[in-house]
């Protein structure tokens, strides 16, 4: 028997039939004789409906009652969901952030769990019942009901298997694992068997969209085994080929053969900044980016052109896409105590990184990834680095060719079928 933390995204709560569906699966688990907590989303697209209700009643909305409002889509599937359970034999009830409670810092809209009572839970999950739990909600240390920022779901699983030290923490989606790319992009994507919780923090930081970057971090901290499945498969399978997240050591205990690279992820959401012919002295490039750090911007990529004695440079960086025009107004604003010449933008730009633990005991990725693009004519605007990943900035119309070419380079493409 284990524990079991079983979480549905919103479009496997899309509707009862999807529900039922849903039920079907969390029956099979609960017949195998395990202990089962579910955590729920809203219904796909039931989130944008009610923060479009607040924009309409207030542009300046007040954030304390946005989060009641918006709270309230995972609060009806946890009710459907434990009725539905309940109507096929199944003991199960709700549990509402604020009845176990999940506690949480004091703030809304992008609230953090900080505790996390588990004596009920346990207790009742111990008793063979389901308990079903509304994601991306908590208790604000006030009282009033606090939401964890849109994707926060995940983290509340993840938060749940770790409080209640579940054997697992099983993430339906609508894809059934991780793959070394997007499958859209490149049809002999290979489905992972494993991946690290480094990898897949990186992967999910520049642009896979599987798991939501908070998640994995959490998941690394308290060690806890995800595994990502499709919601839309034979619900009483016995196999279940997803993709387990887990630790390095985990991976190699396992004797599995490993790869150079894991994966390759893009983000296009990036956008360029060039803040042309900045002063060449200390605290030049700090009265740039500091501003931005206190308006939330992150900055990605960075680079400082060499001044050649001009006493001048040119700083590259880039920004979310949604946050270029905020970024060009608060650098604008700030145009004579910098003394910047101009500013010059390009939003049709992409991200794509190389990804993998295999990097830290082999020379040469990084090479490989300039060559293949070069080969192909594709021209690299920026770099950066981590231990376990290689990204570059390049025109967003050379994405997929520069993904397809690079899949290949690093061996990554499946095997035709016989």
């Known amino acids: ?140 240390e006030s009282g009033r009901i606090a939401t964890l920022g849109r994707g926060g779901s995940d983290t509340s699983a993840v938060a749940v298997a770790a409080a209640v030290k579940a054997d697992r923490c099983d993430i339906y989606t609508d894809v059934d694992g991780v793959y070394t790319t997007d499958p859209r992009i490149v049809s002999r994507a290979k489905k992972l068997d494993m991946v690290t919780y480094e990898e897949m923090l990186e992967l999910a930081s520049v642009g896979s969209k599987v798991l939501q970057t908070r998640s994995v971090a959490l998941a690394m901290k308290e060690g806890v085994r995800v595994q990502v499945l499709s919601s839309f498969d034979d619900p009483t399978q016995e196999e279940l080929p997803g993709t387990l997240i887990v630790s390095e050591e985990e991976i190699e205990d396992s004797n599995m053969e490993r790869q150079l690279i894991t994966g390759i992820a893009v983000d296009k959401n990036e956008a360029k900044i060039i803040v042309t012919r900045v002063p060449d002295k200390p605290g030049a490039v700090a009265s740039i980016f500091t501003p931005l750090a206190e308006a939330s911007i992150n900055v990605d990529m960075i680079i400082q052109n060499d001044s050649k004695d001009r006493g001048e440079t040119d700083v590259t960086f880039t920004v979310p896409r949604t946050d270029l025009a905020r970024s060009v107004d608060i650098l604008e604003a700030l145009k004579d105590s910098i003394a910047y010449n101009r500013i010059i933008t390009d939003a049709d730009v992409a991200k794509v990184s190389v990804v993998g633990v295999g990097m830290r005991s082999h020379a040469g990725v990084a090479a490989t990834m300039f060559k293949t693009l070069a080969d192909r004519g594709i021209n690299i605007e920026a770099i950066s680095t981590s231990e376990i990943k290689v990204s570059v900035l390049i025109d967003e119309d050379e994405t997929e060719l520069a993904v397809r070419v690079l899949h290949s380079a690093y061996g990554l493409d499946a095997e035709a079928a016989a």
């Not at 609960?30 to 607040?54: I, P």
């Not at 506690?103 to 992008?110: I, N, P, S």
């Open 1 to 140: 028997m284990a524990r079991i933390v079983m979480k549905f995204g919103g479009t496997s709560m899309a509707g009862m039939e999807r529900i039922r569906n849903v039920a079907a699966r969390v029956k099979h688990v609960v017949d195998q004789g395990n202990e089962v907590a579910v955590v729920v989303s809203a219904m796909a697209g039931e989130t944008d409906r009610l923060v479009g209700f607040c924009k309409e009643a207030s542009p300046l909305y007040d954030p304390a009652e946005y989060d009641v409002v918006v709270a309230s889509g995972e609060q009806v599937t946890s009710g459907l969901l434990a009725m539905t359970l309940k109507a096929m034999g199944v003991n199960a009830r709700s549990w509402l952030g604020w009845q176990l409670p999940i506690r949480t810092v004091e703030a809304h809209a992008k609230a953090r769990i900080e505790s996390f009572e588990t004596e009920a839970l346990i207790s009742a999950m111990s008793s063979g019942q389901v308990a079903v739990i509304p994601g991306f909600q908590g208790m604000m």
